[in-house]
């Protein structure tokens, strides 16, 4: 529709509303012409007066297209209310001419239209109207005096232009000041305007009552309000619950200040969480400060308010990069340094005790190296949720290293629990407890079904330190010490684990050189036929003497060297050396035994040991059927499918199997079954007590009993007395090895007992 206003432009519009005016001027002033003609006051012919009237308004109503098309716009504005007012002028001195006694009168009229030129007309502009005015009455007053001079008083004629002559001029000079004045005020409004508009940040009024008294169009932006419904808000409900409290403490605050009559400017800038129209929240940086009048009386408070969820995002990502674990999401380092610090300071303050368990997963390097570190990363992960799972909320998990800083010798596969409010270490043993069977639950990775078993070492405030760095140190060397006594365990600190640790650091460094030094050497072990007597086979041990160390045992060193992967090359050389012994025995005219040799897990995933195996079988010209290479039942849990692969292969070859130290896994019969093993070596734990334990004695029957349902080889370890030998026997376990026949010996020893087994059957 065509309407008086144009919608989209308020200028134009606000041109359109004074142009109406002045035609309003014109309405009025032509009524005025017709009551004075109708009352006889004046003696202009009706023809003129209808000319002129209806003159006006065509000209007014040409004015208004040029406005309502926009023409207007080409033409400078102010020029158009000069055409206006022109034309009245010229009218009005019409009128004048045929006034005669209401002359002074009409006069008056024109001088009102006059002063609604103060606040358009520019002073050239004014000027030039009122010269025109002085002219065009003039004349008027000259072709009176010509034509009907009667009509004429000189003396007043001569005043009134005078008057004209001096009083036009003066009003040319107020109405610049005037327009000059409005043109300024309405120049500052404009950019005030453009400001509040294009700025981004919202500029808020508010009294002294904490109500709006004016919000800046951009709120629009900030929180999809217009500014008319943010007004008719309360100040305190445009915040979110977490700001809530600090925007009003720091408000009250901030008067309080300013009551008590200081002398600065008080202004607070604060970081606070702002509601939008949609529901979510923004982040805002708000400076409030406060409003004055001319008479420094505080009369409200202005508040500036910037977004800032972008910045505060990325400050809060930069945070949580900083104290967290990218992989596991955990508390990393620092952080828990800190929180282990916040620990202290409350533990030492209320006299309460808490621990700390250092958390390492056994095999996790093999996992790493054999699975590729995108597996070992999944499995921590994995991990970590488990941890944080097995604990109460109170209780804090973090991982200390990220692969980037692992110092050499572990994997970041650490893990550090600090259990607080701890009144009894039984709790923590049941806490450390949890935390072994969370980790020893089967878990899938790429496909693949394994098991990790982790060592945990625990530290305890204040008994074993009373700072971070003993704590820690404490707790890990504990750790290892968890790691020596078969790992899958825990332990809590105490003096001996410190020279332990200790020992475990100068076992690396001398580890690393033993093998090129000689230093290592195998002891060998008879297993014997508990009913023949014979000597049917012989366990190759390692052992390692140290020029520094001295004598290093087995359970000390093998953890170590399968933890550095120096195991494998170990393990090579052991292989070697024992089937090249075995076959030196034969040559020298022994009889023919098997010679056992134990495998770690380590190299049983390792690619390679296939190849190993049968490289030393060709090297040594050994028959395949007289090595025999032990597991540990506790390598069993370990990715079980693909041990049975692996073993398989070993299997096809010839070669013979034993499962190790049975009875301490968790292993079931049924998961033994799957295994192509061929000899179960019953774990010495279970010979030791025979003669008190009847509850071992019933195991060892039912391992024999089992075994020979699955027509397994069923050898006793560690027979150290001749009544273990005779209960063995009885039960018709098939073999045994121990002290009680023969301990590990050098083998030339073994030679010896081999030959003289040989002649005495
Ligand atoms: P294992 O394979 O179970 O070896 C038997 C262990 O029991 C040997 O300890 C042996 O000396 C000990 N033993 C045998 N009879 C008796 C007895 O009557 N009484 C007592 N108290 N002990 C007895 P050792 O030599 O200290 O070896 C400990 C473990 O170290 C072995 O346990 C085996 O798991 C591992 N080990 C030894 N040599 C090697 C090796 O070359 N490679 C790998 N990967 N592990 C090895
Ligand atoms: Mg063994
Ligand atoms: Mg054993």
């Given at each position: 529709m065509f309407g008086v206003f144009p919608k989209d432009d308020?200028?134009?519009?606000?041109?359109?509303?004074?142009?109406?005016?002045?035609?309003?001027?014109?309405?009025?002033?032509?009524?005025?012409?017709?009551?004075?003609?109708?009352?006889?006051?004046?003696?202009?012919?009706l023809s003129i007066l209808v000319a002129g009237v209806s003159a006006s308004f065509i000209l007014n109503i040409i004015l208004y297209s040029i406005f309502r098309t926009g023409l207007n716009k080409n033409f400078k504005d102010p020029s158009l209310t000069l055409l206006q007012m022109v034309i009245a002028t010229f009218w009005i001195m019409v009128v004048v001419y045929y006034a005669y006694e209401a002359r002074s009168g009409v006069l008056l009229v024109y001088m009102v239209v006059l002063v609604f030129g103060f606040f358009r007309l520019r002073i050239r502009q004014f000027l030039f109207l009122s010269v025109f005015a002085f002219v065009n009455y003039s004349a008027v007053i000259f072709l009176l005096y010509k034509t009907h001079p009667e009509y004429i008083n000189k003396n007043v004629e001569i005043f009134n232009i005078v008057v004209l002559a001096f009083i036009l001029p003066w009003f040319a000079v107020i109405g610049g000041y005037?327009?000059?004045?409005?043109?300024?005020?309405?120049?500052?409004?404009?950019?005030?305007?453009?400001?509040?508009?294009?700025?981004?940040?919202?500029?808020f009024v508010l009294d002294m009552n904490l109500e709006y008294t004016y919000v800046s169009p951009s709120v629009k932006n900030l929180r999809g309000y217009e500014p008319e419904e943010v007004m008719n808000q309360l100040l305190y409900n445009s915040f979110s619950n977490s700001s809530r409290d600090t925007a009003i403490k720091t408000l009250a605050e901030m008067t309080v200040i300013e009551k008590s009559g200081h002398k600065?400017?008080?202004?607070?800038?604060?970081?606070?969480?702002?509601?939008?129209?949609?529901?979510?929240?923004?982040?805002?940086?708000?400076?409030?400060?406060?409003v004055k009048d001319k008479n420094k009386r505080t009369v409200g408070i202005l508040g500036v308010s910037r977004d800032i969820t972008e910045r505060k995002r990325a400050e809060e990502r930069i945070q949580y990069l900083a104290t967290h674990?990218?992989?596991?999401?955990?508390?990393?380092?620092?952080?828990?340094?800190?929180?282990?610090?916040?620990?202290?300071?409350?533990?030492?303050?209320?006299?309460?005790?808490f621990a700390i368990l250092f958390i390492d997963l056994d095999r996790f390097k093999i996992i790493n190296d054999t699975m590729g570190h995108d597996a070992g990363d999944e499995l921590l992960k994995d991990m970590a949720k488990r941890f944080r799972q097995s604990l109460r909320a109170v209780d804090i998990v973090g991982r200390p290293q990220e692969r980037n800083d692992v110092v050499g010798r572990l994997g970041g596969d650490e893990f550090i629990v600090l259990i607080e409010e701890v009144s009894d270490?039984?709790?923590?043993?049941?806490?450390?407890?949890?935390?072994?069977?969370?980790?020893?639950?089967?878990?899938?990775?790429?496909?693949?079904?394994?098991?990790?078993?982790?060592?945990?070492?625990?530290?305890?405030?204040?008994?074993?330190?009373?700072?971070?760095?003993?704590?820690?140190r404490n707790a890990d060397m504990a750790m290892y010490f968890a790691k020596e006594e078969g790992k899958n365990n825990f332990q809590f600190y105490s003096q001996n684990t410190q020279s332990q640790a200790f020992e475990r650091l100068t076992i690396e460094t001398n580890l690393r050189k033993a093998l090129?030094?000689?230093?290592?050497?195998?002891?060998?072990?008879?297993?014997?036929?508990?009913?023949?007597?014979?000597?049917?086979?012989?366990?190759?041990?390692?052992r390692w003497k140290n020029p520094i160390l001295g004598s290093v045992t087995p359970t000390q060193f093998i953890p170590v060297a399968e933890e550095t992967g120096m195991i494998v090359s170990i393990g090579r050389w052991v292989m070697k050396t024992a089937c090249a012994q075995n076959v030196a025995w034969q040559r020298q005219g022994l009889p023919p035994v098997s010679v056992a040799v134990n495998l770690s897990l380590r190299q049983l995933m390792d690619d390679k040991l296939l190849e190993d195996i049968k490289t030393v079988l060709d090297d040594t010209?050994?028959?395949?059927?007289?090595?025999?290479?032990?597991?540990?039942?506790?390598?069993?849990?370990?990715?079980?499918?693909?041990?049975?692969?692996?073993?398989?292969?070993?299997?096809?070859?010839?070669?013979?199997?034993?499962?190790?130290?049975?009875?301490?896994?968790?292993?079931?019969?049924?998961?033994?079954?799957?295994?192509?093993?061929?000899?179960?070596?019953v774990d010495r734990s279970f010979i030791r007590n025979l003669s008190q334990n009847s509850e071992d004695k019933a195991i060892i029957e039912a391992i024999i009993a089992m075994g020979k349902t699955l027509s397994l080889n069923v050898v006793a370890e560690g027979v150290e007395t001749m009544a273990q030998d005779e209960f063995l026997?009885?039960?018709?376990?098939?073999?045994?090895?121990?002290?009680?026949?023969?301990?590990?010996?050098?083998?030339?020893?073994?030679?010896?007992?081999?030959?003289?087994?040989?002649?005495s059957l």
């Open positions: 308020l200028d134009q519009t606000l041109r359109i509303k004074r142009f109406l005016m002045a035609f309003g001027a014109y309405l009025i002033w032509s009524a005025i012409c017709f009551i004075g003609y109708s009352l006889e006051l004046t003696t202009v012919p005037i327009t000059n004045l409005r043109i300024s005020i309405s120049n500052a409004l404009a950019t005030i305007e453009r400001l509040t508009n294009n700025i981004r940040d919202v500029i600065n400017s008080v202004d607070r800038t604060l970081q606070l969480e702002v509601t939008r129209k949609d529901g979510s929240t923004v982040w805002t940086e708000t400076k409030f400060s406060f674990d990218v992989l596991t999401g955990l508390p990393n380092r620092m952080m828990f340094s800190q929180l282990l610090n916040q620990a202290i300071e409350s533990a030492r303050r209320h006299e309460r005790q270490l039984n709790q923590v043993a049941v806490v450390a407890q949890r935390v072994l069977s969370m980790a020893m639950k089967p878990m899938v990775i790429l496909g693949e079904e394994c098991r990790v078993t982790a060592s945990i070492g625990i530290s305890v405030y204040p008994t074993d330190g009373e700072d971070e760095q003993t704590l820690m090129e030094r000689n230093e290592l050497y195998l002891e060998y072990q008879a297993k014997m036929d508990l009913k023949t007597r014979a000597i049917t086979g012989v366990e190759a041990l390692l010209g050994m028959a395949p059927n007289l090595l025999e290479i032990e597991i540990t039942e506790s390598m069993v849990m370990y990715k079980p499918e693909r041990l049975i692969e692996v073993l398989t292969k070993i299997k096809n070859i010839g070669v013979r199997l034993a499962l190790d130290d049975f009875g301490t896994g968790y292993s079931s019969l049924a998961h033994i079954k799957q295994f192509p093993i061929d000899t179960l070596k026997r009885e039960h018709i376990c098939d073999e045994m090895q121990g002290y009680y026949f023969s301990k590990p010996v050098a083998a030339d020893q073994f030679a010896d007992l081999l030959r003289k087994n040989n002649t």
